[in-house]
């Protein structure tokens, strides 16, 4: 079986998009932080699955817990960029998107002490209003991106976007690894991360995940240390947006092992250095 990607958000719990209860980035600073010990968890996890996996630091994260950084480096997972301020890509313009990602790369790279790579964009908020995405990210010094979400979501998704992994912007300079869909009964889903992964039980998962496999392409798994943290605060929000948010929080951690069990995952540079169409059609 093909290797897959494991892929963790780094983020804390009031980092949650559109819901006009989120606080913003100036009182981030004073609200009670629970990425330090569900980060570790997580960590723990995958030492105990002995998998390594690619780590998207939120830059203001990184930067208030330089620690976890380096304690992901140390134990030899992938450090990469969840950006800075963890704005919507699609609410920034192409100037203020460039500070954030930029800003985030030298931070990561100097906390880190190694290059860093790859982005995910907050939200998969990379949309066709954004054609410009691509080329700033390769301009920041970025080799991957693992931002497009290629079917209709709340926020971002791009349709009809090409679901494996193959090569973006002028001179086809970025690599993209586009966020995991599957049809089922026709209709282009995830399974695989965030909310999807904490709604659907995990046999659903699992037969989506082979399909994928079957289909050539590799799965993108992702999470949120907050998933794993049942306890966690909540911010006020609307009913069907406090289900999305907060269901299942209870199961994550059991389905993350399960997922680490049953299938072959690694980092992401990896999985991209042993895809042939990928290493082979870089156009310099
Ligand atoms: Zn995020």
Redesign the pocket.
């Known amino acids: 079986m093909q290797n897959s990607v494991f892929s963790v958000?780094v983020?804390d719990w009031f980092?949650i998009?559109d819901v006009p209860s989120a606080p913003p980035i100036s009182e981030w600073g004073s609200l009670p932080s629970r990425v330090e010990v569900n980060f570790n968890r997580l960590l723990d996890l995958f030492d105990e699955k002995n998998v390594k996996v690619t780590c998207?630091f939120?830059g203001w994260v990184g930067e208030r817990f330089p620690n976890l950084v380096r304690e992901a480096a140390s134990r030899g997972h992938e450090v990469a960029s969840?950006?800075y301020g963890?704005r919507l890509v699609f609410e920034q313009t192409r100037q203020e998107f460039s500070d954030d990602v930029r800003h985030a790369r030298g931070l990561l790279e100097d906390i880190s002490g190694v290059p860093i790579r790859g982005y995910?964009?907050?939200?998969f908020s990379t949309t066709e209003e954004t054609p410009w995405f691509f080329d700033v990210l390769a301009e920041a010094g970025y080799e991957y991106d693992s931002s497009v979400f290629p079917a209709p979501r709340g926020h971002g998704g791009l349709r009809g976007g090409r679901r494996e992994p193959h090569r973006r912007g002028t001179n086809d300079k970025l690599i993209e690894v586009p966020i995991t869909v599957a049809d089922l009964m026709g209709k282009p889903m995830c399974f695989f991360g965030g909310g999807y992964l904490r709604l659907f039980p995990y046999w659903l998962i699992r037969r989506m995940s082979k399909q994928v496999l079957a289909e050539g392409r590799p799965v993108v798994f992702y999470v949120?240390p907050r998933e794993i943290d049942p306890s966690h605060p909540r911010l006020p929000m609307s009913r069907k947006r406090r289900f999305k948010s907060y269901v299942n929080l209870e199961t994550t951690e059991w389905k993350i092992g399960q997922i680490l069990q049953d299938f072959p995952v690694t980092m992401f540079q990896r999985v991209i250095a042993n895809y042939p169409s990928l290493v082979n059609a870089h156009v310099s």
Do not use: I, T
Not at 120 to 123: L, Y
């Open positions: 958000d983020e980092h998009l998207f939120l969840h950006g963890h995910r964009a907050p939200g949120h």
